[in-house]
């Protein structure tokens, strides 16, 4: 029979329970803690949002003096001014952004966050990132460029996200460079860079479009794809075509079968039929059918009702809902 | 004279502020909501002209409140104008299906905003 | 004296096993907290990463996955229109929603046809994946602007109509749902963002599941969180905090993720159709299916990745009667036995990676046969202690690694989840949470543990399986 020394267990007991005890009031602590910085935090902003307020509610004549008064805050309420009137930009545009921005870079706001692109916690260098991207001023961009390159991937993520909102087409190219292998950066959040860049100015943007179209790496083609279809880059729309077929990658096919129920016409159709061959991939063919089905032409559904016998129940599935109105060969009832 | 009563509901409520500001300023009547719910609560209640609403919010987003303010009689035709993140094809359909007026992505400019309220109030449309 | 017997019995067994009792509790609880740490990890980079995370960009992007949202709906005329309206609005670039009518028997497929102006559809529902159930009838609405399906067939089951929404379902990413579900406006973006974030490997996610019972709901959404009313609620509150937010995060960390609640799983389409759907045979059917695509992947030699998202997305309404609750737990535990057994060949086999080898082996020792020492401990104590067979020391030792141990556990469980998400944010709630997690100890414990061996010896026994009123909501033990 195991014996256990009495006191050893009686001091564990009492060692746990106070540690329970312990955990409970750091808990309430930190529910504290939390309110108090919240209270401490609210003073402060109470102060700078009137003046911030009253920028970006003004018109016309009343902007600049109204900027005069935010960039006359003092030193000590300055950081709590920035962080307010950064966080406003994430909801507000037009000539009260513009002036705010001119108070911000004034007050060297772009000069810190640029230096602090260097600094030694990525956290530090994320937010750093962020606050260019915000400012969305050119100056900035050199710096945002380099942590493409970082180390941590959440500073390269951040940084993609802040090229996207600069807005400058001459770095589309870099954008696309960050998805290489090894680079962790989401393809998702590159591509809705890019988009954000595209929108703005599309032509500026085929060029690298047209590059990564025919680009080494599966993941370069595929966000490629993705965003000309997205802004309808129609130049772009014959290589898509082309790519439906020829790639090598079937989750590039897949993608550019898709961006034909966008960019392609009458002359894509072809192609869709084909990528419904037997000897192609599942997955594309499911995506071609798919498109065909969404074009809806008589053209283009015609080329579904062969399918209708189809070894994948997937394909047949397509093929019926084009409808019974087709004129098949050998379709029954 | 008051140009009519408005309601601005966004969880953010430094948004919030914005919005109610700019259209008091222009003398308009306004309430702020911070969540969804309040919003609906004082939406069915409170006779507003206006709704301006933030579509994505937790809890209860403005689609949510949107269409529950179509439901109710007296909201059923109230002009209200959707404030979402980003134009999405998909967002501005379920708006419009869910019945809204107007559309408006962030980040918005204050002075359109204004600019759309009163063509919404002018035109009267639901 | 007629408890001779019976003493040299304790003693032998005491002899043989009491510390090895007494080790058992001392594992099980320091693994819960080995779990919990690395669940900060866990949320600790989340949470950095939040202001950075661009969900609104995700909502944004075309690279942002499509995703099916399905809802098998068995007689549910009471909640089905507010149920769809809900998963209808949630915010996503792209999703569609699949209700499959499973032969209800009220007024649910009319209630849907009327309000949605539903007509009939030459879409058919074959796919790679057998059903069962005989189609009836596909609805789709006259706007056709509305992502809406409506497949209605003859009753054959949850799992059976799932299968038969996979076949049907247009997007990459799938989600299963109930007509009961609450989810959270922002639920599909926060879930489908592993997806996008990694879309070559991810193949499955799941988000965290929390208890509606108490919080206030409108159309389909919590506006307001509360602790419930009743006591068997609130103690499942602390039970669904520690096992589903920090249990699961946990294993995700250690990338060892083997189940994904029931209530919300999102899975890409092309896997879960290759893996062969739900099995509608299996109790605990969505255990089964991650285990099935974790063997699927591994015996294809392929890269993949199950991935836990640490924010809170869905509510359920969780039992609040012990009635409902043994039900619940007798149908888990069976569940769990019968997917442990059946996938038997993959524990301790490193074929199957930290899955096989840390996983499969600690839900062996540690869910499954809980509760048999938990029941065995709960009696022989008190016996022994009162038959004179151990010392007191003794018995006070087993106190502390099987409960004071485990409510410490607990605690910093609650911390973790006050310095993270603090979603219970009256005073009042935490309070509640806090005496929940003692009365845990005192009874309920126990109480789920016979349950467990209940639902465990009635699989053995071959005895059918109970259902129940209760809609699952995943697994997972205290």
């Not at chain 1, 930190?30 to 920028?55: C, F, H, M, N, Y």
């Not at chain 1, 292998?181 to 998702?188: E, I, K, L, R, Y």
């Not at chain 1, 062969?306 to 109105?325: F, M, N, S, V």
């Not at chain 2, 419009?96 to 109030?121: D, I, Q």
């Amino acid at each position: 029979m195991l014996v256990l020394s009495w006191t050893v267990l009686v001091w564990t007991l009492t060692v746990l329970c106070a540690l329970c005890v312990a955990l409970l009031l750091a808990t309430v602590a930190v529910r504290v803690g939390r309110g108090v910085l919240a209270r401490r935090r609210e003073a402060l902003v109470a102060q700078v949002r009137p003046l911030v307020l009253e920028v970006l509610t003004a018109e016309d004549d009343e902007v600049a003096p109204a900027c005069e008064k935010v960039a006359a805050v003092p030193e000590p309420l300055w950081p709590t001014a920035e962080r307010y009137v950064l966080a406003a930009f994430d909801s507000v545009r037009g000539e009260v952004r513009d002036a705010l921005v001119q108070v911000l870079l004034d007050r060297g706001t772009l000069a810190r966050a640029v230096a602090a692109t260097t600094a030694r916690s990525a956290v530090r260098r994320a937010r750093a990132a962020e606050v260019v991207g915000l400012v969305g001023h050119v100056d900035g961009r050199r710096s945002i460029v380099r942590l493409l390159s970082d180390p941590s991937v959440e500073v390269r993520t951040v940084a993609a996200r802040a090229l996207g909102q600069l807005g400058d087409p001459h770095v589309a190219a870099l954008l696309l460079g960050a998805l290489r292998p090894g680079s962790d950066v989401p393809a998702s959040i590159v591509g809705t860079a890019l988009i954000g860049i595209g929108e703005a100015d599309t032509t500026a943007l085929e060029p690298a479009l047209e590059g990564a179209l025919a680009d080494r790496d599966e993941i370069v083609r595929l966000t490629a794809v993705a965003v000309a279809a997205e802004l309808l880059v129609l130049p772009t729309a014959r290589y898509v075509g082309e790519r439906v077929l020829h790639d090598p990658s079937p989750a590039v096919r897949v993608q550019a079968a898709r961006a034909l129920a966008r960019l392609g016409g009458a002359w894509a159709v072809p192609t869709l039929a084909s990528a419904t061959a037997p000897t192609e991939d599942p997955g594309v063919r499911l995506a071609a059918a798919r498109t065909l089905l969404d074009m809806g032409t008589p053209t283009a559904l015609d080329h579904l009702a062969p399918l209708r016998d189809d070894l994948d129940p997937d394909l047949r599935r397509l093929a019926l809902e084009a409808g019974p109105t087709l004129t098949t060969e050998g379709a029954g009832p | 004279m008051t140009q009519g009563k408005v309601l601005v509901v966004d969880d953010n409520q430094d948004i919030c502020d914005l919005v109610a500001l700019k259209l008091s300023n222009a003398g308009f009547e306004v309430t702020q909501a911070n969540d969804g719910l309040s919003g609906l609560e004082l939406g069915l209640s409170g006779d507003f002209d206006l709704v301006v609403l933030d579509v994505m919010m937790p809890g209860m987003s403005g689609i949510d409140v949107l269409r529950r303010l179509r439901d109710a009689e007296q909201t059923a035709t109230t002009p209200v104008l959707l404030l979402t993140a980003k134009t999405q094809e998909r967002d501005v359909e379920t708006g419009f299906a869910a019945g809204a007026g107007e559309y408006m992505t962030k980040p918005f400019s204050p002075r359109e905003l204004l600019v759309r309220v009163k063509a919404m109030l002018a035109r009267r449309q639901p | 004296m007629t408890l001779d017997p019976v003493r040299d019995a304790l003693v032998t067994f005491f002899d043989v096993t009491g510390s090895w009792l007494l080790l058992y509790f001392f594992l099980i609880n320091s693994s819960y907290l080995l779990l919990i740490v690395l669940a900060s990890v866990n949320f600790g980079r989340h949470l950095r990463r939040s202001p950075f995370a661009g969900t609104t960009a995700a909502a944004r992007s075309p690279l942002t996955p499509g995703v099916s949202v399905l809802l098998p709906a068995y007689n549910e005329a009471n909640v089905i229109l507010d149920s769809v309206r809900s998963v209808l609005d949630l915010r996503y670039p792209d999703h569609e929603v699949v209700v499959v009518n499973d032969g209800s028997s009220d007024a649910t497929l009319e209630r849907l046809v009327e309000t949605y102006g539903l007509v009939r559809s030459t879409r058919g529902v074959e796919g790679k994946i057998p059903v069962r159930g005989d189609l009836r009838g596909v609805w789709v609405p006259t706007d056709d602007s509305i992502p809406l399906v409506v497949v209605d067939k003859e009753n054959s089951g949850r799992s059976d109509s799932l299968n038969m929404g996979v076949n049907v379902a247009s997007r990459d990413l799938v989600v299963m749902v109930d007509a009961d579900s609450i989810l959270d406006p922002d639920a599909l973006l926060v879930v489908s963002k592993p997806f996008a974030d990694d879309p070559q490997n991810v193949v499955a996610t799941g988000g965290v599941i929390r208890a509606a019972n108490g919080c206030r709901v409108i159309g389909g959404r919590v506006v307001d969180v509360r602790m419930p009313r009743s006591a068997v609620a609130r103690i499942q509150v602390v039970e669904y905090l520690r096992s589903f937010l920090l249990g699961r995060a946990g294993w995700s960390q250690a990338n060892a993720l083997i189940l994904i609640s029931g209530a919300f799983g999102m899975f890409r389409r092309d896997v879960l159709v290759e893996a062969g759907g739900l099995d509608p045979d299996s109790i605990g059917e969505d255990f089964e299916l991650v285990m099935r695509i974790h063997k699927m992947m591994k015996d294809g030699g392929r890269d993949y990745r199950v991935v836990f998202v640490a924010e809170p997305v869905s509510w359920t309404e969780v039992p609040d009667t012990l009635a409902v609750l043994g039900r619940q737990r007798r149908r888990w535990h069976r569940g769990l036995w019968e997917v442990l057994w059946g996938y038997r060949r993959m524990t301790f086999n490193p074929r199957y990676g930290r899955i096989g080898m840390v996983a499969l082996p600690y839900y062996w020792l540690f869910e499954l046969c809980a509760p048999l020492l938990e029941v065995i401990g709960v009696i022989v104590v008190p016996l022994g202690l009162l038959l004179g067979v151990i010392n007191v020391p003794f018995a006070i030792a087993f106190l502390l690694v099987a409960y004071v141990y485990a409510f410490f556990v607990t605690c910093a469980a609650l911390l973790v989840e006050e310095v993270s998400f603090h979603r219970y944010a009256r005073w009042r709630d935490l309070g509640s949470i806090v005496l929940a997690s003692v009365a845990e100890n005192v009874g309920y414990r126990q109480l789920t543990a016979v349950w467990r061996l209940q639902g465990w010896w009635a699989s053995l026994t071959r005895k059918k399986a109970v259902w129940g009123t209760m809609t699952r909501a995943g697994f997972g033990s205290s």
